[in-house]
């Protein structure tokens, strides 16, 4: 199982295949994602510390580019699939900026 390290907020052995955004949530991580998971929002990045995230896809590079965001490590966790050891850090929290988490993504 890859191993997932959140930066403040520990490691989490997270089974092959699984939302990224998913997993953080399940593992009690706040993390927004206001679109469900559809890649339209862009309020569920982590910035990726090390590690491969994996390709990138077209709706995640369109919503990225739209919004001005071209940092390299910077990711929609709804649209990673884990498959390796990653480290990373939330962007938005829901703690952080007092928002509702939105509707839970779809696997």
């Not at 520990?10 to 593992?27: F, Q």
């Not at 994996?54 to 071209?70: D, H, N």
């Amino acid at each position: 199982m890859p191993t997932i390290v959140v930066e403040g907020r520990g490691t989490l052995e997270i089974e092959e295949g699984k939302k990224l955004v998913l997993a953080l949530e399940d593992h009690g991580v706040d993390i927004l994602h206001r679109c469900g998971g559809n890649a339209r929002c862009t309020t569920c990045r982590v910035e990726v510390l090390e590690g491969d995230a994996g390709p990138m896809g077209a709706a995640e590079a369109e919503i990225l580019e739209k919004k001005g965001m071209s940092e390299p490590n910077i990711r929609l966790s709804c649209q990673i699939r884990v498959h390796s050891d990653l480290t990373v850090k939330p962007v938005m929290t829901v703690s952080e900026t007092g928002m509702d988490a939105g509707k839970r993504p779809e696997e």
